[in-house]
């Protein structure tokens, strides 16, 4: 399906961002690698979602690979020669992976991955740090980490064992090997599978029901959920309980409950 909005600029040709109505779409457009990301990839990332979360008329993000095999297979490993040799240049890469990872994570509005194929290592990781996984039935995920003798971050393990529970986590990276769609539906890794046909449309219909929504409403929800992962003592609950106030303060309550009672759809604001 083509996507004639309003373009993002990017560091990179390999990732492409554009406006679509209510939906802000990020590509990893690097077909020929399988969306492989590369480091510059990961620098444009921060600055597309800070883009769109600044953004009002974007009321949802969807991230989705180019081409038909993939959302993303992981990271560029013909820059790993360059980039991931030597203390400095794992440093800098790294912090330019966990930075994106972070601003994805908690991204203030709601993210969709829209998986089609090989969604493996990285690719798998950005899935992940969105909220919702909508995928094909051909999709395949895994992280073969202990198949390179990479290590695996803190904060990555946590996301993961967050979703999937520790010990489907452990079967993941232990035996590095790719699953398919019905197995991480069955690990509750995935929210939907739909057939490859259907799964564009789907997810348009999926981000649209979302974007009519109170976008209050689901900010709020998001920085509960956001909190939620944090250690206890860096739970910020104050910011949390305000927005939650907000929404009761809002012109949106105030149309959502006209609408109610007259039987409409709701027209919201944002305000």
């Known amino acids: ?83 991931r040799t030597g203390a400095e240049a794992v440093k800098e890469y790294n912090a330019a992976s966990d930075h994106a990872s972070r601003v994805l994570r908690e991204c203030p509005k709601p993210t969709i991955a829209m998986v089609r194929g090989y969604c493996i290592g990285g690719g798998m990781a950005m899935a992940v740090g969105c909220d919702i996984r909508i995928v094909s039935d051909n999709a395949r995920f895994g992280v073969p980490a202990a198949k390179l003798g990479l290590g695996y971050r803190f904060e990555g393990i946590r996301r993961l064992s967050s979703i999937v529970g520790p010990s489907f986590a452990a079967e993941i990276f232990y035996t590095g090997r790719q699953f398919s769609s019905q197995e991480a539906l069955e690990m509750g890794l995935v929210n939907r599978v739909v057939p490859v046909a259907d799964l564009e449309r789907y997810t348009l219909d999926y981000a649209n029901t979302i974007g009519n929504n109170a976008p209050l409403t689901i900010a709020a929800v998001k920085r509960s959920l956001i909190e939620s992962l944090k250690d206890p003592a860096e739970r910020d609950l104050a910011q949390c309980q305000q927005m939650v106030d907000a929404c009761f303060e809002s012109a949106d309550y105030k149309e959502g409950q006209t609408a109610f009672m007259e039987k409409r759809k709701p027209q919201f604001k944002g305000r």
């Open 1 to 83: 399906m083509n996507h004639p909005g309003t373009p993002i600029p990017t560091l990179t040709e390999k990732l492409v961002a554009h406006k679509e109505g209510a939906i802000g779409w990020i590509v990893f457009n690097n077909p020929a690698r399988h969306n492989a990301t590369s480091f510059e990839m990961w620098q444009s990332l921060p600055l597309v979602l800070g883009a769109y979360a600044e953004d009002p008329e974007v009321r949802v993000i969807v991230l989705k690979g180019a081409g038909e095999k993939a959302f993303s297979a992981g990271a560029d490993i013909s820059q790993f020669k360059e980039k």
